[in-house]
């Protein structure tokens, strides 16, 4: 069955500290994933995804098929970081995106 | 332009009431959804059109209709709908199978 599991419902860390939320995946095919971040009060969007491999706002993301995860990660959590965040999986060929059912990242001052 | 605009942002309908939730892209993405989304829950998918066409239909009741009259246009026509109903409606669009999905901001929907 394909399945995104993000096992943290809540993460709460200190300014600075770094950051890892975790995302695991069960799916046979080639994952096309990705890391959606919604703020409060604002909608809900792409952070980035695993094909750019690129840095966005300092978050990283690496696809690690052995371990079917993709977690996100960084080094230096700052305030305007707290937000809801879900990985999601796109099955090969379809419009169905799967997503995880969500972390709440909370920074503290 | 690089965003999905939705509206009514707010709409509070009896479950007599007919009344739509209209969409707009100008992205040229040629898939279109409809999600919804209740609270700290991830969104779900309601429908998707590709190129106008109904793709996919996620066994949603028929009190809730969808419309694509054009590639950047996608309405939801809602009747007859049940306190339950209430959620926040999200539209998103994407170039197609497997690609980003960019969302609106949503229609808070509520059902008295």
């Known amino acids: 069955a394909q399945r995104v599991t993000q096992p943290e419902k809540l993460l709460s860390v200190f300014k600075g500290a770094p950051v890892e939320l975790k995302c695991n995946y069960s799916?046979?095919?080639?994952?096309?994933l990705f890391w959606y971040v919604q703020y409060s009060r604002q909608r809900l969007q792409l952070l980035l995804r695993?094909?750019s491999r690129e840095s966005i706002k300092g978050f990283t993301a690496d696809l690690n098929k052995g371990e079917t995860s993709f977690h996100l990660k960084k080094p230096f959590a700052q305030e305007e970081d707290s937000a809801m965040y879900y990985c999601?999986?796109?099955?090969?060929?379809?419009?169905?995106?799967?997503f995880g059912a969500g972390t709440r990242l909370f920074v503290k001052a | 332009d690089t965003e999905v605009t939705q509206t009514p942002k707010h709409l509070v309908m009896g479950m007599t009431n007919k009344k739509s939730l209209k969409c707009e892209q100008h992205?040229?993405?040629?898939?279109m959804y409809w999600y919804k989304q209740k609270a700290k829950k991830p969104p779900e998918l309601m429908f998707v059109?590709?190129?106008?066409?109904?793709?996919i239909n996620e066994s949603v009741p028929s009190r809730f209709s969808p419309e694509c009259p054009n590639s950047s246009l996608l309405n939801l026509h809602l009747h007859a709908l049940q306190p339950e109903d209430s959620a926040l409606y999200l539209c998103?669009?994407?170039?197609?199978?497997?690609?980003?999905?960019?969302f609106g901001e949503g229609s808070w929907l509520t059902v008295v």
């Open positions: 695993h094909i």
């Open positions: 799916y046979s095919g080639s994952p096309e």
């Open positions: 999601a999986l796109n099955p090969t060929g379809g419009f169905k995106t799967i």
């Open positions: 992205m040229g993405h040629r898939a």
């Open positions: 059109y590709s190129y106008e066409k109904l793709s």
């Open positions: 998103a669009s994407s170039q197609g199978v497997r690609a980003a999905i960019y």
